[in-house]
């Protein structure tokens, strides 16, 4: 009996070193086949301008195509919820952003899904500077003319963002409460429709990534007024920040990383990190983000952690304090 158990023993002993190279080899063999990266809105924003981007790179550097799904709906839970149950084996990736990752978990009270515990941080790609614009019918030229305006008309203008938590709603939310204003948020699917809209005159204010409205500020179809970030911006660089007219501290930006589902291997999460890395610091990359002030990431998944945790203490504040609510 004693010698049946060690030969029992043995055995296991023996065949794990092949069991686990075995695994490792599944493991890192990355991409394996089509790499699918999900973006939760509809075409035509910023997320997909640099979900694109990136994934071109990476789809001519692996030899295996990394292509985007746009998939909007539900504030980005219906792209959240697919993912989530994808095959944790690297082929399937979301980019994730302000709404998905740190506004919904204290926004939405029925989550499927903990996007601390059900989804691994990959890298940060991209920090993208928010614009104020004006349709120019608006009779406001600057900031200063556009809240006097807009705290003598309460409910006149009406803001349109990309859908229910996405970076332009949330911006507007928090611009409203800290300058004490109401204007009546349209919710779209997606920038484009936003945009079509906001261009027509039937919306008359939006806050967005410049990579969307960029275009149209230098055809003259919108009028920038302010950004949102901390210091102005090289694409407008004569265009005041929030903060500059006594805002103090007031700062918001749209940021994208890409995610997987939990339990993806670490080597693999590695591998798609620095590949990601390796596409955001092609010239293609480069120039098209420089051309809209976009900072590029490509860090380690710590560091991106580390960034989702602050910007869900961040958000978690302002959702509570603005009363941010599911449209």
Same mark, same amino acid.
Request: contains cysteine.
């Given at each position: ?45 910023? #997320? ?12 001519? *550097? ?32 979301? !980019? $994730?952003?302000?709404?998905? +990752? ?5 926004? +939405? ?6 996007? *601390? ?14 614009? !104020? ?21 309460? $409910?006149?203008?009406?803001? $349109? ?48 990534? !410049?990579?969307?409205? #960029? *275009? ?19 694409? !407008? ?13 007031? &700062? ?30 092609? @010239? ?8 809209? @002030? ?16 602050? &910007? ?16």
């Amino acid at each position: 009996m004693i010698n049946q158990v060690r030969r029992t023993a043995c055995a296991s002993v023996s065949l794990a070193p092949f069991i686990w190279t075995s695994a490792s080899r599944a493991s890192t063999a990355w991409p394996a086949k089509t790499v699918r990266l999900v973006v939760p809105f509809a075409p035509g924003g910023t #997320s997909e301008i640099v979900a694109r981007s990136v994934a071109a790179e990476m789809t001519k *550097n692996l030899g295996v195509s990394v292509f985007v799904e746009n998939k909007p709906g539900g504030a980005g839970v219906v792209a959240m919820q697919d993912v989530v149950k994808a095959t944790p084996d690297g082929h399937t990736m979301i !980019l $994730g952003h302000v709404g998905t +990752l740190a506004v919904n978990p204290y926004m +939405l009270t029925n989550q499927p899904y903990d996007v *601390n515990k059900d989804f691994s941080p990959v890298t940060m790609l991209a920090k993208v500077p928010n614009a !104020l614009v004006v349709h120019p019918d608006v009779p406001a030229k600057n900031f200063k003319e556009f809240i006097a305006y807009a705290k003598k008309n309460p $409910g006149l203008l009406n803001y $349109g963002s990309a859908g229910n938590a996405s970076a332009g709603h949330l911006s507007m939310e928090y611009l409203k409460m800290v300058t004490g204003t109401f204007m009546t948020h349209i919710p779209y699917r997606g920038t484009g429709p936003q945009m079509t809209d906001l261009i027509a005159g039937r919306t008359q204010v939006a806050m967005n990534g !410049l990579p969307s409205i #960029s *275009n149209f500020i230098k055809q003259g179809k919108l009028r920038p007024i302010a950004v949102g970030t901390a210091s102005r911006i090289a694409a !407008l660089p004569d265009v005041p920040t929030v903060a500059e007219h006594g805002f103090k501290d007031f &700062e918001t930006s749209q940021w994208y990383g890409l995610m997987v589902p939990a339990g993806t291997p670490a080597d693999v999460i590695k591998k798609i990190q620095e590949e990601a890395q390796k596409a955001l610091r092609s @010239s293609a990359v480069t120039e098209r983000f420089a051309t809209d @002030s976009a900072v590029g990431g490509g860090g380690p998944p710590a560091e991106f952690a580390a960034f989702i945790a602050k &910007e869900q203490k961040t958000w978690k504040e302002i959702v509570k304090r603005a009363g941010i609510k599911a449209d």
